[in-house]
């Protein structure tokens, strides 16, 4: 508490724009720590290895990811999860790393709806032909995907809809770009403009 107090006279000998200024440099410096995380991460993914050490393979072999034992634990962990929908974290981070940097901030919401994109993800990427995983071992959705899809399947069977793989995974990666959409920070109306633009320069 007295250091907090010491720090505080400190701050109010400094003139206000310093203070701003300093204040200002903080959260950019906040952002590019977000930046780099998402760096870091995006790297270990791509350089995921299924036969690296992790939870799920216990192994003297030489580590051949790129961020070394934490980055493979990470990757797996991942990666078996959630499958290659784990990229859209790598997305997500580089959103909220240029908000922060350009200090429009994040809002609750935010964060809040990630996991709920993640799942969507997930389960839209179970849906794709199998090869579409290539070699990770939970498949393309990773085992949240599976589960979500291979429960979804039996009961849209028994109301007599037989879409195939395709159509499911395209009714559940729309509204996944939706919500990861708001994540990123963009409003519905933002959203539409987006659209709405690309629209116009494909025209």
């Known amino acids: 508490m007295a250091q907090r107090t010491v720090f505080s006279?400190?701050?109010?000998f400094l003139p206000e724009g310093a203070r701003?200024?300093?204040?200002?440099r903080a959260i950019e410096?906040?952002?590019?720590?977000?930046?780099?995380?998402?760096a870091v991460l995006?790297?270990?993914?791509?350089?995921?290895?299924?036969?690296d050490p992790s939870f799920n393979n216990a192994t003297t072999a030489p580590i051949t990811n790129a961020v070394g034992r934490i980055g493979a634990f990470v990757a797996d962990v991942i990666l078996q999860t959630l499958g290659i929908a784990g990229a859209a974290l790598v997305l997500v981070l580089a959103a909220w790393a240029a908000r922060i940097m350009?200090?429009?901030?994040?809002?609750?919401?935010h964060v809040a709806l990630?996991?709920?994109?993640?799942?969507?993800?997930?389960?839209?990427a179970a849906a794709l032909p199998e090869s579409s995983g290539g070699t990770l071992p939970a498949g393309a959705g990773g085992w949240i995907g599976q589960m979500i899809y291979h429960g979804l399947v039996p009961k849209l069977d028994r109301l007599g809809f037989d879409f195939g793989r395709l159509p499911v995974a395209i009714a559940l990666a729309l509204p996944a770009l939706r919500v990861l959409a708001y994540c990123f920070g963009l409003s519905?109306?933002?959203?539409?403009?987006?659209?709405?633009?690309?629209?116009g320069a494909h025209a």
């Open 188 to 199: 519905a109306g933002q959203w539409c403009a987006k659209n709405r633009s690309d629209a």
């Open 102 to 109: 350009s200090h429009r901030g994040l809002r609750w919401p």
């Open 42 to 51: 995006a790297m270990a993914l791509l350089t995921y290895n299924p036969l």
């Open 114 to 124: 990630l996991p709920a994109a993640l799942v969507l993800f997930a389960a839209a």
């Open 20 to 24: 701003d200024f300093l204040k200002r």
């Open 29 to 38: 410096f906040g952002g590019v720590a977000v930046l780099l995380l998402a």
């Open 9 to 12: 006279a400190k701050m109010a």
